[in-house]
């Protein structure tokens, strides 16, 4: 009893404050609340979760052994199996999980209010996407640290392991497109922006010349060398932008920037990776783990109070952000955060080959995913602590809000959100850019919020232009890093689907393969781009909601491998802990798949979208961004393709969660274990 | 007796840092690469420090695997 007490009674505490948090944060009526309350509530519910979930799953579910030998001790060879440190293994894993969906993903779906998006990502990560990274590391580090699609062909069969490779390629290409048109929604019109990131490539150039010839391997002179030359960057930038003659010349259309960046793509990732991109990895990785820490402690200092209401009207689907009701698409927009397809990449990639001991497998997967989730929710209230007014100016479409200050205030107030021409023209003035009018993407957004928060602690309004820069940049770093690594690994994923047909094929030493596979890849994601791009609505409303589907589906994949393993484990009774995520992930992205094609509303639905611009051709009419019939019909053909890939997503989602219900059927008549983990061995006695 | 004690605490932890910071960008320990090479392959000559900082860049970004593969 006594000690009982002492076991559970602080942990009765934690759970007491993050109620009395929750409470406070969910009744506010009329007044703004603080901030901290947000992250107070957050912290406390994934203490608990730590706790007590978690723990529960690694003894109940995964029966964890501390004795039994990791894959890095079983085949060490001091470069890819290598037991570590599990503080050291931590930051690798969430440095590796950690991108731009958290941060994108919650400052869209604050056009609903803050709570939905909180409770969201609180359930989301708790129940789900800490779940799927948990589990599939546990998978994964009990075969050898093998891929996720090598297990799904081992455990389910190697049809599903080809639908599954072939699914991730899909969701490659839209995740690609979409990081990209953030980038071109951030830098379109932005001098200041594009200098600063195009300085990038020369001083990334100039990192790898450095760490090839000059001093090899000396990571961290050459990482302070890459960023002092990045704050002067972004220093010179403010010049730039305000020089008659430099400044146009730095100002670029959303169009060009698109062809730029498909440029860009297709050459970076056949460039030797010493030269661009492994240098301007190490700025990004730093980048971003110092700037979240930044936020955190910038939130903690300056207190910020919520000024968007806890809830709007927009719940309801008719929000100028992106379109749809609250159920299914809320739990879409906020993939990341909540829970990550692209997490069990990761938790089956290198992590599983490095973890010393089972036991360290709760803190890094779990542990890790929390961490994410608590950047989701910085995120979020980065997005809400901005005034109303501005959120909707910056992210609303052009064709709903005009596009100068008069237009965008008189339709943004009158959606509810007062606002005036002047407090529009001032925030754009403070930023340091020429307007703020829909600033599409979420990434300008997220750096007015955080802007606002650095500057109440260092600089003030006289440093706010630099932080937001600053933000811009962080965020185009990364998403730049992911274009160019994320099109080599769909290159090769190329060449292993071209293989399965043409052997070959996959060669990677050799050039045509090599060439041919990157153009299909750079081609595929940049034609997304494009439509992207040109689209009135903003590109964000079509590509969002296709790649939060795609996200949330491979969850679904990587969830129904691990049901499978548990019922092949004979321990079907804890099968509850993946079939409710799996469950629910299942009914979000058929649901919003489904709605995304046959909606009869042309602003969420493809196929009646495409009907509208389809009636008006055959009347001889042409209904804009379209100027002319050929573009009217190349919009209907946009919407027909987008259309018939929301309906591979949804055959991809019943296929896999089909063969693994067989899958499970069969492993439940079984009377004995069926899993295939690699034979157990214990760890020798000292 | 508290002094060392706290140094060697300090040293540790900037151990870790600096370990956690290099294997963010996928570069191992080669004190530990070259320590396991030596206690079990005694016949074979470990990499160099640059050769095992350009073997680990290649894994990291290579060919044939999707590992430096980024996330959302």
Redesign the interface.
């Known amino acids: 009893m006594g000690t009982a007490l002492g076991r559970h009674g602080p942990w009765a505490l934690v759970g007491a404050l993050g109620a009395a948090a929750l409470a406070i944060v969910a009744s506010q009526r009329g007044e703004t609340i603080n901030a901290l309350w947000i992250v107070v509530a957050a912290v406390c519910v994934y203490l608990i979760a730590y706790r007590y979930y978690a723990k529960f799953i690694a003894d109940k579910v995964m029966r964890l052994d501390p004795k039994r030998v990791t894959p890095a001790v079983r085949h ?5 199996y ?1 037991p ?2 599990r ?6 894993h969430f ?7 958290p941060l994108v993903g919650p400052v869209l779906a604050a056009q609903m209010g803050y709570l939905p998006g909180m409770l969201w990502i609180l359930a989301g990560v708790v129940l789900a996407g800490a779940v799927q990274d948990f589990m599939v590391l546990f998978v994964s580090m009990r075969r050898d640290g093998r ?1 996720l699609g090598e297990l799904i062909r081992a455990e389910l069969g190697t049809i599903p392991g080809i639908i599954a490779l072939f699914g991730t390629f899909l969701i490659m290409v839209i ?1 690609l497109a979409v ?1 990209a048109l953030i980038v071109v929604k951030a830098l379109a019109e932005s001098p200041w922006g594009t200098f600063t990131v195009m300085s990038t490539i020369p001083i990334a150039m100039l990192m790898g010349v450095y760490s090839r010839y000059i001093r ?2 000396k ?2 002179e050459v990482s302070i060398l890459g960023f002092v030359l990045l704050m002067l960057a972004i220093v010179a930038g403010g010049s730039v932008a305000s020089s008659p003659v430099w400044g146009p010349a730095f100002t670029f259309t959303g169009p060009q920037l698109c062809w730029m960046l498909i440029g860009y793509g297709f050459v970076a990732s056949i460039l030797p ?2 030269l661009l ?2 240098p301007r ?2 700025l990004s ?2 980048l971003k ?1 110092g700037t979240i820490v930044g936020l955190a402690l910038g939130i903690a200092f300056v207190a910020p109070h919520m000024q968007m209401p806890a809830m709007t009207k927009f719940v309801d689907g008719t929000g100028p952000v992106w379109a749809g009701s609250l159920f299914p698409f809320l739990f879409i927009t906020i ?2 955060g909540a829970v ?1 397809g ?2 069990a ?2 938790s089956s ?2 992590t599983p080959k ?1 973890i010393a001991s089972e036991s360290d497998a709760r803190f890094i997967g779990y542990g890790g995913m929390l961490m994410e989730s608590f950047v989701a929710i910085m995120a979020l209230v980065s997005a809400c602590v901005i005034d109303p007014g501005v959120y909707f100016t910056m992210n609303s479409p052009a064709a709903l809000i005009g596009t100068t200050p008069e237009t965008a205030a008189a339709a943004v107030s009158k959606l509810g959100f007062a606002t005036t021409p002047e407090i529009i023209t001032q925030t754009a003035a403070d930023v340091g850019e020429r307007t703020i009018i829909s600033r599409a993407g979420g990434a300008p957004t997220l750096a007015v919020g955080m802007a606002h928060i650095i500057s109440s602690a260092i600089g003030g309004k006289a440093m706010m232009a630099f932080w937001y820069h600053f933000a811009i940049l962080f965020e185009a770093l ?1 998403i730049l ?2 274009v160019d ?2 099109t ?2 769909c290159r ?2 190329v060449q292993d689907l071209v293989a399965l047909a043409v052997p070959s094929f996959k060669n ?2 050799s050039w045509g393969p090599s060439i041919a596979a990157t153009a299909i890849s750079v081609g595929a994601w940049g034609y997304f781009l494009y439509q992207g791009v040109t689209d009135p609505l903003g590109g964000i409303n079509t590509l969002w909601p296709l ?1 939060g589907i795609s ?1 949330q589906m491979l969850a679904a994949v990587a969830l129904t491998l691990c049901t499978v393993v548990i019922f092949k484990m004979k321990r079907e009774r804890y099968a509850f802990v993946t079939i409710i995520p799996t469950a629910w992930l299942c009914l979000c992205t058929l649901t919003a798949g489904w709605q995304k094609i046959f909606s009869a509303d042309p602003k969420i639905g493809f196929l009646a979208h495409a009907e509208r611009y389809a009636g008006a051709a055959a009347e001889g009419k042409i209904l804009a961004p379209a100027k002319n019939a050929d573009q009217m019909s190349q919009i209907i053909l946009n919407d027909r393709i987008d259309a018939v890939l929301a309906a591979l997503f949804i055959g991809l989602v019943i296929a896999i969660a089909g063969f693994g219900i067989a899958a499970c059927l069969k492993a439940w008549r079984a009377d004995r274990w069926t899993a295939l983990e690699t034979e157990p061995r214990l760890v020798a006695a000292e | 007796m508290q002094q060392p004690n706290l140094r060697d605490r300090l040293r540790t932890l900037s151990k870790c840092v600096c370990d956690g910071a290099r294997l963010m960008v996928g570069q191992g320990d080669y004190a530990a690469y070259a320590e396991h090479i030596r206690r079990t392959h005694p016949d074979r000559a470990p990499m160099t420090e640059v050769e095992f900082f350009r073997n680990r860049e290649n894994a990291r970004f290579g060919v044939g695997n999707t590992s430096g593969f980024r996330c959302c």
């Open positions: 060490n060879d001091g470069l890819d290598v570590t440190n503080g050291v293994l931590f930051g690798h440095a590796a999980i950690a991108g731009a969906g891929s995740l990081l090899p391997g990571i961290g990776v010493w991109l492994a990895d190490y990785t730093f783990i993939a990341c990550s692209f997490h990449l990761i990639g290198t490095l990364f890093t992911a690594a994320g080599r690994a090769f994923m990677t030493t790649f996200n």
